[in-house]
């Protein structure tokens, strides 16, 4: 069958579905992809065509402070809704109309959808097409048991917590999400779409699709009153690596390898992920300072901004500054990952039994640390901007305390009992089965 995939121009959304897209693609599928100019090179080497993004504005990592010079004056909840109005829901419409003219040329018989597109209800409604949704992100789906999205809680304990949450959850409904959701209405309106009004905005993805695709397993998630049949965990969706090479898809450098210095007890691993990644100072500074006389190998992963100032700044022949390492192979042989939270990080990390200290709030990853919080398979600083004496708090603490091992190693079992790109391919497939709804 002819298999369209569709995700945002950032690595954290186009790399989970890498394997997935690459699975599909050794069962006899065609497939291609619909996505920014910026992953052709990636795209070409794996033998994918790329439909590149035509009316819709390319959102990367590497430019929203070109395209958006106010979004770095804004934080918190501030922030958040500026996301979700510019970066999401702005772009519904060219997506769509994007997708409905290379139907002409390719003509797909299934869309597997990054989740922040929010195209499904066109896509689903006005072309008749299904939809399998991918969710490279914690589970977004609202539930009665599940907090509200954004503020990083756990799930309510007692009746002041829940009333707390429950106040939050409308905050985030009606007030830091209410301009991304008007946009969305609008835009829907004028393809005759109506939006129903009950549930939340990223409710959509999951209501309108016939099956999704959630990374990570279902035991790093909240319990949930309300289990959804269509929803499929799949475990650690990692981004594809073609046969021999020694680099993860997205690393972009040489990893040294078997070159790491030896002799050390103990291994930590830094990085303040592909994004939110220019401010160092908030996170892998911190992080240094807390740990860098410790007996300890330190590795640090800049994502390829401000390496050469770090490597100048820390010359202690126990930390490493790279602009990318092979998080695969490194942490093999990792004792901590200390990192602000970013989702697939966590998962990897997780898949090869390494427990965590983090530490972020923006960009979702408050929510991603709370799951780790509550899994309990690593330490929640719950703050943007940690200090060096809580990190190295932190950090010992996991160190010290079997515990925190066992559970990440408890993880891992789960996460390596299946092939996560097998699992998802079968869920693509499903929907095209006899009798599939």
Not at 385 to 409: F, H, I
Request: proline share 8%.
């Amino acid at each position: 069958m002819n298999v369209l995939f569709a995700s945002q121009a950032v690595d954290g959304h186009f790399n989970p579905m890498t394997g997935v897209a690459m699975r599909l693609k050794e069962h006899g599928h065609d497939v291609r992809w619909y996505t920014g100019p910026v992953f052709r090179d990636k795209l070409q080497g794996l033998g994918i065509p790329l439909f590149p993004f035509r009316r819709a504005t390319e959102h990367r990592a590497d430019n929203l402070a070109e395209l958006y010079p106010e979004r770095a004056r804004l934080k918190g909840p501030r922030a958040i809704g500026f996301d979700g109005e510019k970066i999401f829901a702005s772009n519904v419409t060219n997506f769509f109309e994007d997708i409905r003219d290379l139907h002409r040329d390719f003509p797909f018989d299934v869309l597997v959808a990054d989740s922040s597109m929010f195209i499904h209800r066109l896509v689903s409604h006005l072309l008749g097409k299904p939809v399998v949704n991918f969710v490279a992100i914690p589970n977004m789906e609202s539930d009665p048991q599940v907090p509200p999205l954004f503020f990083g809680f756990l799930p309510p304990r007692n009746p002041v917590e829940r009333a707390l949450q429950a106040a939050a959850g409308l905050i985030s409904d009606k007030v830091i999400l209410r301009p991304a959701g008007q946009s969305y209405r609008r835009q829907h309106a004028a393809f005759g779409q109506e939006v129903p009004r009950g549930g939340r905005l990223t409710d959509e993805p999951y209501r309108c699709s016939d099956a999704t695709i959630q990374t990570g397993p279902a035991q790093l998630d909240f319990p949930r009153r309300n289990a959804n049949p269509k929803v499929r965990y799949v475990g650690a969706l990692l981004p594809y690596r073609l046969p021999g090479a020694t680099t993860d898809a997205d690393a972009g450098a040489a990893d040294p390898g078997d070159g790491w210095p030896k002799g050390y007890s103990k291994t930590l691993v830094i990085t303040q992920g592909t994004v939110d990644n220019a401010d160092q100072d908030k996170l892998i500074i911190p992080a240094l300072e807390a740990v860098k006389d410790m007996d300890a190998l330190v590795i640090v992963a800049t994502g390829g901004r401000g390496t050469t100032a770090l490597q100048a700044r820390y010359q202690q022949p126990n930390i490493l500054v790279r602009d990318y390492v092979d998080f695969a192979k490194v942490f093999d042989f990792t004792d901590a990952f200390v990192t602000n939270g970013g989702f697939g990080g966590v998962q990897l990390s997780l898949s090869k039994g390494v427990p965590l200290v983090v530490s972020g709030i923006n960009e979702g990853k408050s929510d991603v640390n709370a799951r780790v919080e509550y899994a309990g398979v690593g330490i929640n600083l719950r703050t943007e901007a940690p200090k060096p004496a809580d990190l190295a708090k932190a950090v010992e603490t996991v160190l010290a305390d079997p515990g925190w091992k066992s559970r990440a190693r408890s993880m891992q079992q789960e996460l390596n009992t299946r092939d996560p790109a097998d699992a998802a391919a079968a869920v693509v497939e499903s929907v095209l089965a006899p009798g599939a709804g």
